[in-house]
């Protein structure tokens, strides 16, 4: 009997789990929608087929990944359109929209389960942003597109304009926060300055999250004499192959318009390469010839001039698209018109501390380059400059706007969408945050911990103490620091009035003790006393 009563004790209580419903997070009701703009390679990609409407996946996806790399996203230019056209005559690339445009930019590969995290764009930013209180489909929005275009493209600029109307109405006709990160700022850019009128209409703030204003260098140099891996470690191994990448790449819009522009940078990038060099005498002599961006252009033709796949048993030259060139131009042209609106507010936040190619160097003394055709196979160096491994801070920082706020974060060029101390940053500026108290332009936080006051009367003086206290708190602090050991710093001040017919001599002292803690906190005390004459 007792082992009955326990099976159905069992069952209710299963029964009851059942029933119990999964607590919802939380939604405020008064915070602005927000649209989550990814960069490059940060869309989910699938390809339809004409003939039956069928959808696969074929970016991002681990296995089977270099396959439907050369068959479905292979590409070539259209002058005509300004848009890169599949290979494959069967089928189009579209982007899914479900989750109202958050599916495409959240976990770019959602069948992959073992090192998930590699294949994450906007997923934290996502997970902490409803934490906060947004509502998918209410407050909460994505913009997936095809990153192989030009990011001037009427196609891809009429899907966003629809994007930012589809997230104002349901948002009860509440402006938009847009967040752009990488080569979506120079999408979001291209469109503010193409449709101002529709960009005001619907934007209330954009935030710029490590955008390549002016181009990445050594990105885009290395991308188009050797491609390039989105992911590293030991999945590349199941990825798309660097050769792969190369020959998509090369026919793409949006990484000519990642080309370093005509900008007075403090370095100038350069694409050096170590020859061997005959003189008129028949001598040789190692050289190193250094180009600028611009001289760089002769050494990508010469270098790509015969470079080919061989696609359904056909060979297509695939050069260094000068069409291309021309397009990217023009963009550059349309990106340095841009203004910002008189009713929107622009930020920026820019990733900085880690070594960033910018110049570009092939070969050696001991092993110099005698075939341009011959570089790709050859491992670049770098000189490097400081940025976020791939955007350059010089470059994120030069948006030519009028920015309400320039924040510069540590933080790698992708993992800057987790960083903690950037959702805090995003938190303040989408007023989704309560603290006064924090500032992000010097990122301290001030928390008043005590407060006394006392006042009384001693032979005809009026006296007035004062207690206060305050923890700081800053992520300024140095590695290897330990304030716990130092010494507190003390500080007076004292201010005295001699008094005049209209009022009273006063006086009055101050002492500030400074305590220093770990982990860049700092306790601060304020004592003071005035002394004033009884009026």
Not at 407 to 422: A, Q, S, Y
Not at 510 to 517: L, M, Y
Request: aromatic share 10%; glycine share 6%; charged share 25%.
């Amino acid at each position: 009997m007792a082992v009955l009563l326990e099976e159905i004790v069992q069952s209710v209580e299963l029964w009851l789990k059942l029933l119990r419903k999964k607590p919802q997070p939380h939604v405020d009701p008064n915070l602005d929608p927000v649209l989550l703009v990814p960069g490059v390679a940060g869309s989910i990609l699938k390809a339809v087929s004409d003939d039956n409407g069928k959808e696969e996946r074929v970016w991002i996806r681990i296995f089977g990944a270099d396959y439907k790399c050369r068959t479905k996203l292979w590409s070539r230019f259209d002058p005509s359109t300004g848009k890169t056209v599949s290979l494959d005559p069967k089928s189009s690339i579209m982007v899914p929209e479900d989750r109202f445009g958050l599916y495409a930019i959240d976990v770019l590969d959602p069948d992959m389960i073992i090192g998930r995290d590699c294949v994450y764009y906007f997923h934290d930013m996502i997970v902490e942003m409803i934490k906060w209180g947004f509502q998918e489909g209410k407050t909460l929005f994505g913009f997936g597109y095809d990153f192989r275009q030009s990011n001037r493209l009427p196609e891809t600029l009429e899907r966003l304009a629809a994007q930012l109307e589809l997230a104002y109405n349901a948002s009860g006709g509440k402006k938009i926060n847009i967040i752009s990160h990488s080569m979506g700022g120079l999408l979001v850019k291209c469109f503010m300055c193409l449709h101002s009128d529709i960009f005001e209409k619907y934007v209330k703030n954009w935030i710029a999250i490590a955008a390549p204003f002016q181009g990445a260098p050594g990105y885009v140099t290395s991308t188009f004499l050797n491609g390039m891996s989105f992911v590293e470690g030991w999945e590349q191994n199941f990825f798309i192959s660097k050769w792969s990448m190369h020959q998509l790449l090369i026919e793409c819009p949006s990484i000519y318009e990642l080309m370093s522009s005509n900008f007075h940078w403090q370095h100038i990038p350069l694409l050096e390469i170590w020859r061997k060099k005959l003189d008129k005498d028949g001598n040789s002599h190692i050289i190193l010839e250094s180009y600028p961006p611009a001289e760089s252009i002769e050494i990508f033709k010469e270098a790509l001039s015969a470079n080919t796949v061989n696609y359904d048993g056909g060979i297509i030259a695939l050069p260094f698209n000068l069409e291309i060139l021309k397009w990217a131009n023009e963009t550059r042209g349309v990106l340095s018109c841009a203004k910002v609106p008189s009713k929107v507010k622009f930020y920026n936040i820019y990733a900085t501390n880690l070594e960033t190619p910018h110049s570009v160097c092939y070969g050696s003394a001991e092993a110099p380059v005698t075939d341009l055709q011959q570089l790709q196979f050859f491992q670049p160096t770098y000189v490097c400059v400081d940025g976020d491994g791939t955007v350059p801070t010089e470059s994120a920082k030069a948006d030519g706007l009028n920015a309400e706020a320039r924040v510069g974060v540590p933080g790698e060029h992708r993992g800057i969408l987790c960083d903690h101390h950037v959702f805090r940053i995003l938190k303040h500026w989408l007023k989704a945050d309560s603290d006064p108290y924090y500032n992000p332009l010097n990122d301290y936080v001030i928390l008043p911990t005590a407060f006394e006051m006392e006042r009384h009367r001693e032979k005809g003086l009026q006296v007035t103490s004062l207690k206060e206290e305050w923890e700081i708190i800053t992520e300024d602090q140095g590695e290897g620091d330990n304030l716990g050991d130092s010494k507190p710093l003390v500080s007076s001040i004292s201010v005295s009035h001699e008094g005049d017919e209209l009022s009273s001599r006063a006086e009055a002292r101050a002492t500030i003790t400074v305590h220093p803690q770990s982990e860049g906190k700092q306790h601060v005390e304020l004592n003071a006393i005035s002394v004033s004459v009884d009026a």
